[in-house]
């Protein structure tokens, strides 16, 4: 009798991401910590002094968390109205926030009442920041000014009027305590000196301006409105360099890793993209259950927080890499891989005696019952879901063997509810896949065949058939007009094909046709 020769697992092509660099780093998060605020989340800020403690704003507060807890340890609430972009000084001692009651106040770390309040905004101030001298405080209103304060004395020191709508966004320049970049809903983004009474630059984005970021050398500024992310060379004078459109939907946050080399941009669509800053290529996305308004990273990106429209603030924490436990003295170690392999790379000589001994397959355990023709229990063992879920293709593969046998018509029959659920479960997520539509449809229909007879006896069971139906008929559509779209390509080309052939055609056939034209005329004249 011939040795049993095991079922061969195709290795079917299957489409997903390029593994890279970028892809390895971002993906090195754990499961997202989901913390419920009180409403929209617009702003998330961190200190930049350790312990790295962050501020969110949402409603009428703002809240600061501390590294790895998941309730605020401190609450500024001392707001009227809502409170909008809590951002922190540079040494993380005072905290400025504006509010819907057009007012601007600055907390003390230490204390809970504000240390500071300027009144001179008649709308709402959505911007504030603190210059790098740490003492004075930019602020943008949508009474269509953007202001400087001076904190010991609490005063206006200046005030612009350039904008024509609302201003939504601002920051201020690291390196130069003077210099001020505010963004508007009047589709500009205008840059201020505060030793000009008049803006020194203008960019026009061309939407309503959400975000904007200064890198840290100054050398360039990027604005986020509408579906763009435009990046200005401030040194040419705000000449445009890149204009990128990779969302959806309007960008309304941005953020930079902390080497700088990496770009962050969030979306109303869902979507955190973050693009290399060499050639601003998207190298990496995050996808969240809910539109994207804010956006922050923890130094050395330990940690990466979004707030959303849903009121959920969502926290990633990278994962650590665990360090190998040395082995205590007098126990004994167990050998090393290169142990093992040891010698099966050398080649054997001429003068060599080589000796082989037969190696033993072991056989999977489906490989077991198919061999000892339990075909029921071998389809049994591939449904289970350490095979079904990370190996699909091995569960076709033996249908597919079954199928070859003669003997999958047996082996789906005589299943109990939970078993014919289990495998109507695995049709509805593999059933439209090209490289498992072949086998799987066959599957399916031999179903339909066996377990017509008691249709209505589940209503589980009756609702999966129906949704497998759904499922195929919508397939089947997709298939048709991808049918038309092929037909209406193949006349256009066929249609530019006869044109060049023409045109190449038309010198050689109007020569010819003037001697005959001139001889059908000549009777005719004459």
Known sequence: MATYKPVVIQSLPKLGEKVTQDSLYWKNYKTPVQIKEFGAVTKVDFSPVAPYNYAVTASTRVHIYGRYSQEPIKTFSRFKDTAYCGTYRCDGQLLVAGSEDGVVRLFDMNGKAALRQFDGHTKAVHVVDFT?????????????????????????????????????????????????????????VKVFDSRTEKSVMTMEHGQPVESVLMYPSGGLLVSAGGRYVKIWDMLRGGQLLVSLRNHHKTVTSLCLSSSGHRLLSGSLDRHVKIYSTTNYKVVHSFDYAAPVLSLALAPEDEMIVVGQTNSVLNIQYRKHEEKNERVPKGKRRRPA?????????????????????????????????????????????????SVRVKTPEVTVAIMQELNRRGTLKNALAGRDEKQLSLLLGFLLRHAVEPRFAPVLIHVAELLVDIYHPVVGQSSVIDKQFVRLQDLVEKEINYQEELLEVLGMMDTLFASMTRKKETSVALPESSNNSIPALAEQQTPMDT
């Not at 001076?150 to 130069?176: A, F, M, Q, W």
């Open 132 to 188: 790098s001298d740490k003492y004075r405080i930019l602020s943008g209103s949508d009474d269509y000014t953007c202001k400087l304060w001076d904190i010991p004395n609490s005063v206006d020191l200046l005030s612009y009027k350039e904008h024509t709508d609302y201003i939504r966004c601002g920051c201020t320049s690291k390196l130069n305590a003077d210099l001020f970049v505010t963004g508007s809903y009047d589709h500009t």
């Open 337 to 385: 891989y290169r142990i093992f392999v040891k010698g099966k790379d050398y080649m054997p000589k001429q003068e060599d005696i080589f000796v082989s001994r037969p190696v033993k397959d072991h056989l999977k355990k489906h490989d077991k019952l198919l061999k000892s023709f339990q075909v029921s229990k071998a389809l049994d063992t591939v449904l289970e879901p």
